[in-house]
């Protein structure tokens, strides 16, 4: 089994966590005395470290001589940043604020309409009022500060 692993690129996982014998023995021997270990979880290189434990599991009643072999497994997965990133469509590049100038045209900005929102009716309903204050902020802050651009990495 270890030419076969090797040759496939494989690891023996079964083997290398530290647990009481009785945790480690998958085969009982009929005369009820001798224990083994004789299954074996093998999985590729690129992945090992995703299983987090690997025991037998005696509870089980499979009307055998061989008892459950349980492997707990986490499974990551690689999210690309500028993939993520695709759902933040408009990043404002909030740096520009530093400056004076840009700070001052946005406030600027900003009081103008939402002087200009003061004078809707107090009826309206509260998620078409918060569609109108969060298009005004976006709006204001096109106009005075410019889109976050990523960095493009070389490849």
């Known amino acids: 089994m270890v030419n076969f692993a090797t040759s496939k690129s494989l690891v023996v996982k079964s083997t290398m966590f530290p647990h009481r014998n ?7 021997s009929p005369d009820g005395k001798t224990y083994k270990q004789i299954d074996h979880i093998l999985i590729d290189k690129r992945w090992h470290s995703s299983i987090r434990d690997v025991q037998s599991l005696r509870g089980a009643d499979c009307d055998t ?9 986490k499974e990551r997965w690689v999210i690309n940043k500028q993939e993520a990133q ?3 469509v ?3 590049n909030l740096r520009m ?19 200009a929102l003061e004078n809707l009716s107090d009826g309206e309903d509260i998620n078409k009022a918060w ?5 005004n902020i976006k709006i204001s802050a096109k106009d005075s500060l ?9 490849e």
């Open 22 to 28: 009785i945790h480690k023995q998958i085969w009982t």
């Open 65 to 73: 001589n061989h008892y459950l072999v349980v492997a707990k497994v």
């Open 86 to 88: 695709k759902f933040d």
């Open 90 to 92: 408009e990043r404002f």
């Open 97 to 115: 604020l530093n400056e004076l100038e840009v700070r001052k045209q946005y406030q600027i900005e900003i009081a103008n309409r939402f002087a």
């Open 131 to 135: 569609e109108n204050i969060k298009e």
């Open 146 to 154: 410019s889109l976050y651009k990523l960095k493009q990495h070389k």
